[in-house]
């Protein structure tokens, strides 16, 4: 009992002693692996020797014939190291067993301590020749670690606050980086149906969100711009932001459209954009804007080559009046809102990260995009993306598309429609569904600029703006043609 209770005193007074070490000094250097991470003075050596990482005041230490006193040796295992050196270890005295055996010192039976809220199993070595503790300790991603650290007999408590900041910094990865990802971490709230402040400055906007729980309280103003404005017939894109490349982030901006024709246009936020240096232009990763029928638009492009993710709004919009536009992008999720209210929440995207921008595709002269009071927030790395595979029909050329989707579709305004081989007006006239006739559609693509064009039963295309809908249209799977 005594040797126990001589153990708690030597750990707590490690410990204590570290926060005056910290306030004293900042002369520490880090040790940083796939699998684990510590703190050590700066002065001190450090060896890797397989999977075990030793660190010592004195180098002389590492080679075969050490000084008789004046040192302090440190051990650490890692995860590897531990599967390596307790490969049969079922309980924490196994683990103290395996590893001092190896080390040939005996040790006092180990015992569970708390300290600063931590928990660690310790033992003190018993021993005439040195002097030292070890510690098996749990790390923040639940894996396990081990520390030994020694001296000759009468040398350790010289060491005493050096072992400490070892100990104490010991986990899978360093407390400032623990403390970032988790401030970091979504907060698992959901989004609010508005955002009263959405015209306000960007700050009011972020706090409202964060105190919602929809963000994390964490992250930086990227950049801001005022006063953007395309004009004219033909494809505009601006690059905002000096190319900042950001993954996570609030993008937002007021948006005011001009039509100029009766072709389909587009006045867009763009974001996660790459430089592509053989075409020597920028790939939009990402469209979020209006289209000139008044809907808003959500186009996510994960390849050039492919159809992309397209989300229209179930609401349409005045042309006349300017609209603002908040998007956000977390954790491979995006969410807009359109003047406060929520318009599309958590949908699936890539995790990429890329630039911004101001675009315009348009198809007459008078055509006008003006863009105020732009600014983009920078929401860090957030948690790590899902791995798992999708397992959405349609994701794969040549899936067949699911027919037990009921979508019916019949031409607008008693007009006839063109039925194309494909979804685009690139492609050829197959004939025609006329006014009062109707067709059952069993998938959809896009086509320019993020259009919707419905596949017909029969293998038709027509385009989404031209017809009606009734039914589940929009739960029909995508085709790849």
């Known amino acids: 009992m ?7 005193a030597v750990v707590i007074l490690l410990i204590l002693m570290t926060t005056f070490t910290a306030l004293a000094q900042n002369d ?46 440190a051990a650490l295992l890692g995860p590897a190291g531990m599967e390596q050196f307790a490969p049969r270890a079922r309980s924490e005295e196994d683990y103290f067993d ?40 749990t790390f923040s991603n639940a894996e396990i670690g081990f520390l030994l650290a020694f001296s000759p007999a009468g040398d350790f408590g010289d060491f005493g606050a ?16 623990r403390d970032e990802s988790d401030e970091c971490a979504d907060p698992g709230g959901d989004f609010p149906a508005r955002v009263r402040s959405f015209d306000e400055d960007y700050s009011d906007v972020m706090a409202e969100l964060v105190d919602a729980e929809a963000l994390p309280d964490c992250g930086e103003l990227a950049f801001e711009e005022d006063n953007l404005l395309h004009e004219g017939d033909g ?50 990763f990402m469209d979020v804007g209006l289209i000139n029928t008044g809907f808003v638009l959500l186009l996510e492009r994960f390849d050039p080559e ?81 791995d798992e595979p999708s397992d959405e029909p349609g994701d794969e050329p040549g899936d067949e598309p699911v027919t037990d989707v009921e979508c019916v579709v019949r031409p607008l305004n008693n007009s006839s429609v063109n039925i194309r081989s494909g979804p685009g007006t690139e492609f050829s006239v197959e004939g025609t569904l006329s006014a009062g006739d109707e067709a059952r ?7 320019a600029l993020g259009a919707i064009w419905w596949n017909l039963e029969d293998g038709g295309w027509v385009r989404f703006d031209l017809v009606e809908e009734e039914g589940d249209c929009d739960q029909l799977p995508t085709i790849n043609p």
């Open 306 to 386: 492919e159809d992309a993710i397209i989300e229209i709004s179930e609401q349409d919009y005045d042309l006349d009046d300017p609209h603002h536009f908040i998007v956000i992008v977390f954790n491979g999720e995006a969410t807009v809102y359109v003047d406060g209210r929520l318009v599309f929440e958590r949908v699936e995207v890539e995790e990429r990260a890329g630039t911004f921008g101001f675009a315009m595709i348009s198809a007459g002269r008078r055509a006008e995009c003006e863009a105020n009071n732009i600014w983009a927030f920078d929401l860090g790395e957030g948690a790590a993306p899902s």
């Open 2 to 8: 005594r040797a126990v209770q001589r153990l708690l």
């Open 162 to 177: 050096d072992v400490a900041l070892i100990l104490d910094s010991f986990d899978s990865e360093l407390q400032a980086q």
């Open 28 to 73: 520490t250097e880090s040790y940083e692996s796939n699998e684990m991470a510590f703190l050590y003075p700066a002065d001190w050596y450090i060896q890797e020797s397989g999977a075990v990482v030793l660190v010592s005041n004195d180098e002389r230490v590492f080679g075969n014939r050490p000084p008789n006193s004046g040192w302090v040796l």
């Open 235 to 284: 494809n505009f894109y601006d690059v905002l932001g000096d190319e900042i490349e950001l993954t996570n982030y609030v993008y937002a901006g007021e948006l005011t459209f001009t039509s100029g024709s009766d072709e389909l246009e587009l006045c867009s936020l763009t974001s996660r954009s790459v430089f592509d240096s053989d075409t020597d232009s920028y790939t939009r």
């Open 441 to 447: 559609a069993v998938g959809q693509a896009s086509g």
């Open 98 to 137: 395996d590893i001092l055996t190896i080390f040939e010192l005996d040790y006092t039976r180990p015992e569970e301590v708390e300290i600063s809220g931590r928990a660690y199993w310790a033992a003190e070595l018993d021993s005439r020749r040195y002097e030292g503790a070890a510690f098996l300790v």
